[in-house]
């Protein structure tokens, strides 16, 4: 059983423990070959982190050629907390110390009641699913949907969340779990899931981009988020996709912002209006059924052939085109990663990314770039915030 | 005398380095707490680093209670060049190991007589320039006006030198001059100059945009050059200003590129487009003194009240302001320098970009961004050059 708090002691266990996270479990000798430490530094390290009960030893490997060397794993003691919490849903995971799902429970919510209510239902869900995993919590990672400020652990002038504003997130939660709690933003705990489960695990640069009722991105900077001095970096919904100023207003005040024209409140304020000015029957027939029109039924229309909402996708593929274009000539990333709830209109939208930014950007930039949807879908969020939360406790500060 | 090929044996040995050159000389107990090794661990290293001839033990130092503790400095003998191949210039400096300038010399050059003259032309100048300095070079850096392949120390393809294409420049005048060469783009070596001596000194995320005759942007993430995944990161020459493609057609055959709206070239050929169709009387005469106008007089005839260069610098600074604001919001840093030739139009230019910049970009990012002109000028690829190298000659690897 891990004791409670327990953490490495310097970094070599730092790195064991993260190698046996990212890896699985391995022998002492691939450990060794791995961190490049001799056999009896290995031996004392790995004894030490299961004195800590961090590690087990599980066995003996398949021979090298000389004796058996042991098999470590992670202990099987460890419980990461994955928390999402959207504009409408919170999403709970219960994952072992290699960030495998062992349960998961979502609710409805709405943000806008405040966090008192919020974090009780958290608290509420976070009770389900831990009552079939016993056990202490070794840490809680939670994505919200908005700025955070590390150093507090809260959110700072979220513009959907009234009420949040420095509420200490971290302090409450930790409080109320007993455990170490780190807090993000979602789409950067979600660049943490693709980086740990998705197509990103062997990328060390890339560009997560979220497009969900707002369209957001996370950075990977040799493996590790990139924030930017106030934490705001990769805000790129107010990126302006017409110079000239055009397009609807913006939450934000000005025009011509990515976010007002697409992303998921601009397609459903686009489908209702091509709705009601009858230019399209099937959004028309979907909004007659009397509840209001979201990106999902632009996306089931144009499934089925109305060619209205192909083109709000094909004109927002062309607006995230442009702008990841830019990106991409100035990041040279090694990957590009679409996720988020309005990814899910699938090719469509990810061919016109695809043909502006391969028309757009350097040759050099684009060679071997691959613009892909996340795989991961609605885990990516909770399996992102216990990386979040590992990569703090599996560490020695 | 510092032992030819002299390297730091252990990462210790590699911060104390760096330390004394970025920080300048300090005493042995100052050393120690900045690097948080002991007393005796301080006194073990500096010892052998001097066996090394890397430093010199200079003195005492002002006693801090106890026994005055000895001043250490990085030897007098280290010797970095710093080599800045412009398009049509080059420049060459030799540095102490504190990237002091000691001597420099520059020379016309067209690079497009390809590397052979042009790298004959650089080893007869580093000659010059040493011939007051005695003693054996300890690495050369150098900057170059396009892609680097650092695993090459080569040029890949690059647009304005026909012939240097994978060229050895590394390898070339490492045999010539005896010595490491390190080899980079001008606009990474120029950020690195900004980093050692200028208004970035303190900074750890930053932009560094050379408006030259093309445009790039050096990315420094936590005190580094951030080169991409290709090392082509930074090339925001050919991001869209205009999305709906209009504008001049660019050398990379899009149109509405940034660097075809603006830059040394754009602003020439604009002017002469004034000049000719009667729109600038100040531009006309210039014109008809049998020149081709260039980017300088566009800034004197502004200097001097002409309203259509005015119009002209303000244009620029609206499309590299309207760049920037994107690259601000996706990455956050915590300073903006603008450097280059076309920079020397100054403040008529610096007002504009802040101010599309200030109201383009999110609060949250822009808060307390300063952006700035560069105040190295001339001396910032030469002294960034000499960065480069020193950066790898006191690195363990």
């Known amino acids: 059983m891990a004791r409670v708090g327990a953490r490495p002691e310097n970094r070599h266990q730092a790195r064991l423990l993260r190698l046996l996270r990212d890896s699985g479990p391995q022998s002492r000798a691939e450990l ?38 042991q098999m470590v794993a992670l202990a099987r003691s460890l419980r990461f907390v994955g928390i999402d919490i959207g504009a409408t849903s919170i999403d709970v995971a219960v994952l072992d110390g290699e960030l495998n799902l062992l349960g998961q429970a979502r609710a409805e919510t709405d943000v806008r009641l405040g966090p008192g209510p919020v974090l009780e239902q958290v608290i509420d869900l976070v009770g389900k699913v831990r009552a079939d995993h016993s056990g202490s919590i070794t840490g809680v990672g939670v994505g919200v949907p908005g700025p955070v400020s590390q150093a507090e652990g809260a959110l700072v002038a979220p513009p959907i969340m009234p009420g949040w504003s420095r509420f200490p997130i971290r ?60 934490g705001s970096a990769g805000d790129i919904g107010h990126i302006q996709v017409d110079a000239h100023g055009h397009g609807p207003v913006c939450a934000c005040g000005n025009t011509g912002c990515l976010e007002a024209t697409f992303g998921g409140a601009a ?30 039924d632009v996306g089931q229309a144009a499934a089925a052939g ?48 695809r ?42 500060n």
Chains 1, 2 share one sequence.
């Open 171 to 230: 302090d409450e939660l930790g409080a109320a779990l007993g455990a170490p709690v780190m807090v993000d933003n979602d789409v950067n705990v979600m660049a943490l899931g693709e980086l740990h489960a998705g197509t990103a695990r062997s990328v060390r640069d890339l560009l997560f981009v979220k497009i969900g009722t707002g369209i957001g991105c996370g950075i990977v900077v040799g493996g590790e988020i990139y924030r930017g001095v106030n």
């Open 32 to 69: 060794g070959d791995a961190v490049e430490l001799s056999k009896s530094k290995v031996a004392i390290e790995v004894e030490r982190l299961a004195e800590l009960g961090l590690v087990d030893v599980v066995g003996l490997a398949a021979s090298r050629g000389g004796r058996r060397s």
């Open 267 to 296: 397609l459903a304020r686009d489908a209702e209006a091509a709705a009601r000015a009858g230019r399209s029957d099937w959004l028309a027939g979907r909004l007659a059924a009397g509840k209001p029109l979201s990106a999902d």
């Open 355 to 396: 043909s502006v930014v391969y028309r757009r950007s350097l040759p050099l930039a684009t060679g071997n770039l691959p613009i892909v949807l996340s795989e991961l879908g609605g885990t990516a969020g909770v399996v992102g915030a216990g990386r979040l939360v590992s990569d703090s406790v599996l560490s020695t």
């Open 306 to 353: 109305d060619p209205v909402s192909i083109a709000l996708i094909r004109d927002g593929g062309t607006r995230i085109g442009q702008v990841l274009a830019s990106l991409v000539s100035f990041f040279n990333p090694g990957l590009v990663v679409i996720g988020g709830g309005v990814a899910g209109l699938g090719h469509p939208l990810l061919a016109e990314i």
